[in-house]
């Protein structure tokens, strides 16, 4: 028989409740990859909750009883790919554990070139700047005050600390910002392809990298 948590036998209940929490999870993420296939087609307004249930198989009061509106099934498909984007930069910097610039210079090639290569990730970096706050899917990020600048810098800046445990918080957190805020600027006007802007980047950062990642003796 089946061992159930503390070692006692699963019910069958408690199977039942795990296959069904199974079968929740991929109803939401089929529908939330509907809702990203559909956005390569057509604009956010243009998307229709009854098009994406069509392409799950289930009904439009399916895909409400799981997201509750329109604009909630949006915030969950941003935050699902911003977390998935962020993964794939933290992943770069760790390439390069004790050599910051090189970490920097990679993370914000891997930062540039999936914002260029895929629409859905520019829609959040931007954050609806280039749409009408009613069209935009991006736009949902600000509707409540939520912008994609925060999330990311305290992300980063928390990652960076976990690295520099020696470093000063205060000026992680305005390199983290500094960081952030160029690599926006660039993908909303490209300069150069994005292996040229990261190198410039990263030489531009590279003195004050120095200076904060430099272990000064807590006796000093």
């Given at each position: 028989?089946?061992?159930?948590?503390?070692?006692?036998?699963?019910?069958?209940?408690?199977?039942?409740?795990?296959?069904?929490?199974?079968?929740?999870?991929?109803?939401?993420?089929?529908?939330?990859?509907?809702?990203?296939?559909?956005?390569?087609?057509?604009?956010?307004?243009?998307?229709?909750?009854?098009?994406?249930?069509?392409?799950?198989?289930?009904?439009?009061?399916?895909?409400?009883?799981?997201?509750?509106?329109?604009?909630?099934?949006?915030?969950?498909?941003?935050?699902?790919?911003?977390?998935?984007?962020?993964?794939?930069?933290?992943?770069?910097?760790?390439?390069h554990p004790g050599d910051a610039v090189a970490g920097l210079t990679a993370a914000l090639e891997v930062f540039l070139r999936?914002?260029?290569?895929?629409?859905?990730?520019?829609?959040?970096?931007?954050?609806?700047?280039?749409?009408?706050?009613?069209?935009?899917?991006?736009?949902?990020?600000?509707?409540?005050?939520?912008?994609?600048?925060?999330?990311?810098?305290?992300?980063?800046?928390?990652?960076?600390?976990?690295?520099?445990?020696?470093?000063?918080?205060?000026?992680?957190?305005?390199?983290?910002?500094?960081?952030?805020?160029?690599?926006?600027?660039?993908?909303?006007?490209?300069?150069?392809?994005?292996?040229?802007?990261?190198?410039?980047?990263?030489?531009?950062?590279?003195?004050?990298?120095?200076?904060?990642?430099?272990?000064?003796?807590?006796?000093?």
């Amino acid at each position: 028989m089946t061992a159930g948590p503390g070692g006692r036998p699963a019910t069958e209940s408690s199977i039942r409740l795990s296959y069904a929490e199974k079968v929740r999870e991929l109803l939401r993420e089929s529908l939330l990859d509907a809702a990203g296939e559909a956005l390569a087609r057509d604009s956010w307004t243009a998307t229709r909750m009854a098009d994406l249930a069509a392409a799950v198989g289930v009904s439009r009061q399916t895909v409400y009883n799981e997201f509750g509106s329109k604009d909630e099934l949006g915030r969950a498909l941003l935050l699902r790919e911003s977390i998935r984007f962020l993964n794939e930069v933290e992943a770069a910097l760790d390439e390069h554990p004790g050599d910051a610039v090189a970490g920097l210079t990679a993370a914000l090639e891997v930062f540039l070139r999936l914002s260029a290569e895929q629409p859905l990730l520019r829609a959040i970096i931007v954050s609806g700047g280039d749409d009408s706050r009613h069209s935009s899917l991006g736009a949902l990020l600000t509707g409540q005050g939520a912008t994609v600048l925060p999330f990311v810098t305290d992300r980063l800046t928390g990652h960076f600390l976990t690295e520099w445990p020696e470093a000063d918080r205060d000026q992680v957190l305005s390199y983290a910002d500094a960081v952030v805020r160029l690599a926006i600027s660039h993908v909303i006007l490209p300069a150069a392809r994005p292996e040229v802007t990261a190198t410039e980047l990263g030489q531009v950062f590279a003195p004050y990298l120095s200076r904060i990642t430099t272990q000064i003796p807590r006796n000093a």
